[in-house]
């Protein structure tokens, strides 16, 4: 694929060449251009990843593995070319380290059961921090639940940022996980989790790093951030749902038993005994999403095809654009204000629910997220039943977010 970036000499990132590719973003909504600000939930799937996986249903399509047919052989390739691509994307050391799962929810279960379940005593720590989804706050519960283990929330500051000197002054030698967010998906706070993950490695415990909410904005390297295990979701990252990855480092996954039990996930069974397949394949149970991975396979492609620099050079300044004029509107506040954030702005406005505000700018054709955003312990500090979250992609632009902030303008006259 051509190089998105650098198409104009004036510009660092040529927004309308990426937006071509993304058809959805030319469709109108209540008669008006779609302004899809909800990037954080889901993004949206460039052209080159809907012919892939419109091509696999047309041409490929069969189960995987146990075929000896062509299809089966062609679908097979297809799906372990994704996870090639995979392990390039966050430079894992082999496809062994590469799980497919339904996304970072199920990562993060996989990894509960898995590697937790057997490790925890009675009286062991892990150690989250305050500004988790619950995708990285119910799994630990229950896996604490499951074992006597002590769940235990790292503070956040008034700015929304989790500060390592806070987070190693509950490290102790009970502590053996440390799980956390890479960035926040209520607030957009990126954590220091390289800092985060070496001081957690100097006392001996255990690292997940939930990537959710960064592989679509940065450039993730594992094996330099040093985690035992990252997770993420093909549909935050322009693939389709229902697929993503657990990248886990080959020494643990290797003395993990499997979670799930099925097919695919055994050499052989008899009434007496299984013996298990080998990594990746003993975390695999079962059909996988085939169609899926192949679409989060051109996701990859696609993003790679980016300058990600400019892009995220780009997303920067539709942050700092989003700051400075939302920051302007009487009664708004921006909750989550930390130096280091993503490209999202969650906001409250005085007088109006941010329900209603989703609904009004939803009549603008203006998409945003309306909630507590799965983080409810984020609401609870900050005081808040809900927040109104904008959450910009590479393809959203600076006009869009005046659009935006005069929507909101809008609403405020509604409701004054
Ligand atoms: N972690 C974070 C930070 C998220 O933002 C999300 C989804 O919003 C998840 C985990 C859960 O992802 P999924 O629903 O794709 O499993």
């Known amino acids: 694929m051509k190089n998105l970036a650098l198409t104009h000499p004036d510009l660092a990132f040529d927004v309308e060449a990426a937006r071509r590719h993304f058809p959805i973003l030319s ?5 008006r251009p779609l302004v899809y600000l909800d990037n954080g939930a889901s993004t949206q799937r460039p052209q080159s990843v809907i012919d892939a996986v419109n091509d696999y249903e047309r041409r490929h399509h069969a189960n995987i593995h146990r075929g000896v047919h062509t299809l089966s052989q062609e679908a097979t390739a297809l799906y372990e070319s994704a996870r090639d691509r995979l392990v390039r994307f966050v430079n894992a050391r082999s496809r062994t380290e590469i799980i497919f799962v339904r996304g970072t929810t199920e990562a993060i279960n996989l990894v509960t059961q898995s590697y937790a379940r057997p490790a925890l005593q009675p009286g062991d720590e892990v150690l989250i921090t305050h500004l988790e989804h619950h995708a990285n706050i119910v799994p630990w519960q229950m896996v604490c639940a499951q074992t006597g283990a002590k769940l235990v929330a790292a503070p956040m500051t008034a700015q929304g940022e989790i500060q390592l000197e806070a987070v190693i002054a509950l490290m102790n030698p009970r502590t053996r996980i440390l799980a956390c967010a890479h960035v926040s998906n209520a607030l957009g706070t990126v954590l220091p989790v390289r800092r985060l993950v070496a ?16 592989v679509a904005h940065m450039a993730v390297d594992v094996r330099d951030l040093d985690c035992d295990f990252y997770t993420f979701s093909s549909h935050k990252m322009y693939g389709p ?3 993503g990855v657990l990248y886990g480092r080959e020494q643990l996954l290797e003395r993990m038993p499997p979670w799930q039990g099925g097919g695919d996930m055994i050499l052989a069974v008899t009434f007496e005994k299984t013996t298990y397949n080998a990594l990746p394949y003993k975390f695999e149970a079962g059909t996988p999403n085939i169609s899926g991975a192949v679409g989060l ?3 990859v492609d696609f993003l790679s095809s980016l300058d990600r620099k400019a892009a995220h050079a780009h997303e920067d300044a539709l942050l700092h654009h989003a700051t400075a004029v939302l920051g302007r509107i009487p009664g708004l506040r921006i909750i989550g204000t930390a130096p280091q954030k993503a490209s999202l702005v969650s906001f409250v406005v005085a007088g109006v629910h941010p329900h209603d505000l989703g609904t009004i700018l939803d009549e603008d054709g203006i998409a945003v997220r309306t909630g ?3 983080a409810m312990p984020v609401m609870d500090f900050f005081k808040l039943p809900a927040t109104a979250r904008a959450s910009f992609a590479f393809y959203n632009t600076i006009d869009e977010i005046d659009k935006l902030a005069a929507g909101i303008e809008r609403a405020r006259k509604i409701f004054a």
């Open 199 to 214: 001081a957690a490695k100097a006392r001996a415990i255990t690292t997940l790093v939930d990537g959710a909410q960064a």
């Open 297 to 299: 396979g051109a996701a």
């Open 27 to 31: 469709r109108t909504v209540h008669g």
């Open 372 to 374: 507590h955003h799965c």
């Open 241 to 243: 749902t229902g697929v």
